[in-house]
């Protein structure tokens, strides 16, 4: 039993990564500055005595060491799982200080504390966004130049830049998880919440940002977070990077938007816009070389359309749940 | 005539460059927060027409952005040569901080500044530290994987990555030069400079960190200036990295330390430590492409061994002058 700190603690993929660690017979001290976190993922886990939470902004660097402060009685912190980051690219493409505080300075902050309390393992949440803009090229871990087109990806690199660094200098180990697009539940941002809210909003019309030609690869919360588990179980190395995906070219708006109509409201007409891509920053399409994890020993268990259609009945309950 | 601003305009390489920049006819703005640059660098500048300075902390946004106020009557700046950074790279593994600040947020700083001044290009001072080690392996542009192994390289591998992102969002041009090791006067830092000092110290004898193996590529800073200046007024693209550097294999420490000491005290004994690398990173070996920066039609005259040997005696010239 040992203790795991998350930051961005009360956000969609930590809720599913806490469950997990509960299972495992872990202790969990969850860290959320609420920004985009929410409290009420953290209220069925209150009674839950191998769990605790606090709201401290990891940015700050006083706040985020009062934290781990309070885990002094605890025979040392196992691993940090640093999930914080601003994940709302365009407010971070509008403000590229928020993509600067809550995903770069979060992982400079949590290096300064790791070498101060001496924590063993960081497993960090880095993204595809890294890479940039490689066309029908296939990404595998070591594919260069590196040139990300939104600040949230610039902010990553400089993450895994800074990470790199500290396990030159200090850092026993580190684990670079490379998310692609990830979907399920609890939902609170990305495409599919966004379509199925569309869709309730104005049930028989759903307009789409882009051609709809836009290919990602998506991947199930539920995979995601089995798949970091068997990494920082299984990687030997110092520093572990991996791509963690599905196998496939990832499905298009264009599917997306049919599968989330076809669920939500089958007469709606869907309306495309121009362009190949959602935003300025958003990556157009995407193929991931996974077989580094592949070797390691995980695969997933759902392609990308079939983690799209399972997630989508999830949000569809989830969303009817809210009303 | 247009105004360019430097940003670590008090520096070893912003020195070199005003005086060429200003032989063209442009007007120069220099900025240095004077915690390595020297105040003496920009004495002989004063009488200048079209040379102006100002003592300012980049990472200090206000201060930085008050500085550049003072141009609005100037008709606008045509481009800032960001050529501020922490250069010293075990002060930065001590403190990461330091790099955090000196070295990435004045980057960050400059591009914020950037939008709102609608200033249209950018010239950065990168660095062979983004590559990290790749042994053997000749390092071209687009190389991967990227893993910085100092927090000095980190730092510049995050501006690169804020800088790409700028790009696709608002910056109409960077033009990003990775340099090698860069000698000549007036020296403030390097292996030069310390060789010398060492021996003049001790005459008889001089103590080198590490093996003396490490081999590296040199670049005299005249030579350097002048391929910055040649693919700012070349590279055609928005996005243009090049490396800048010789096209040999570098020096060895071992042949460094006999250059100086046969220039300084002849008679010396050279005593090696043990160990590739002479600090917590260092890279130890380094093989640059550079055949990018000649097909767009830029070379060195010379080579690293001939960089080092002119620089050595420009830097005995300089350190006798200061008795």
Same mark, same amino acid.
């Given at each position: 039993m040992s203790l795991h700190v998350l930051t961005g603690g009360a956000g969609f993929i930590a809720t599913n990564l806490i469950r997990r660690l509960i299972d495992l017979g872990e202790t969990v001290f969850a860290l959320d500055?609420?920004?985009? =976190?929410?409290?009420d993922f953290w209220a069925p886990l /209150?009674? /839950?005595?191998r769990f605790r939470s606090a709201i401290v902004d990891c940015a700050d660097l006083e706040a985020y060491r009062t934290a781990l402060d309070t885990t002094v009685n605890d025979g040392g912190i196992a691993a940090i799982w640093h999930l914080a980051a601003n994940s709302d690219i365009p407010a971070g493409i509008a403000d590229p200080r928020i993509d600067l505080q809550r995903t770069f300075l979060t992982t400079f902050n949590t290096l300064v504390l790791m070498r101060e309390f001496s924590i063993p393992t960081l497993n960090f949440a880095s993204s595809? !966004?890294?890479? @940039?803009d490689h066309g029908e090229t296939v990404i595998h871990e070591d594919i260069g130049p590196l040139e990300p087109i939104s600040n949230y990806g610039a902010m990553k690199l400089a993450s895994e830049a800074q990470i790199r660094a500290a396990v030159e200098a200090f850092l026993p180990k580190a684990n670079v998880f490379r998310f692609p697009n990830v979907v399920g539940v609890? !939902?609170?941002? =990305?495409v599919l919440i966004d379509f199925v809210d569309k869709l309730r909003a104005t049930p028989h019309r759903l307009d789409v940002l882009g051609d709809g030609t836009q290919r990602k690869a998506y991947l199930d919360v539920e995979e995601l977070v089995d798949a970091m588990l068997f990494i920082a179980a299984q990687a030997q190395g110092r520093h572990n990077v991996f791509n963690v =995906?599905?196998?496939?070219r990832g499905v298009t708006v264009r599917e997306i938007a049919e599968a989330v109509r076809d669920r939500v409201s089958p007469g709606a007409e869907i309306r495309y816009g121009t @362009? @190949?891509? @959602?935003? *300025? =920053?958003? *990556?157009?399409r995407f193929r991931y070389a996974t077989d580094r994890l592949a070797a390691l020993g995980w695969r997933p268990q759902h392609d990308s359309i079939g983690a799209v259609r399972r997630a989508v009945d999830q949000i569809v309950a989830q969303e009817l749940g809210r009303r």
């Open positions: 500055d609420m920004s985009r =976190g929410r409290p /209150q009674d /839950q005595p595809s !966004a890294i890479y @940039g609890p !939902a609170t941002h =990305g =995906g599905p196998p496939d @362009g @190949g891509r @959602g935003w *300025v =920053g958003d *990556v157009p």
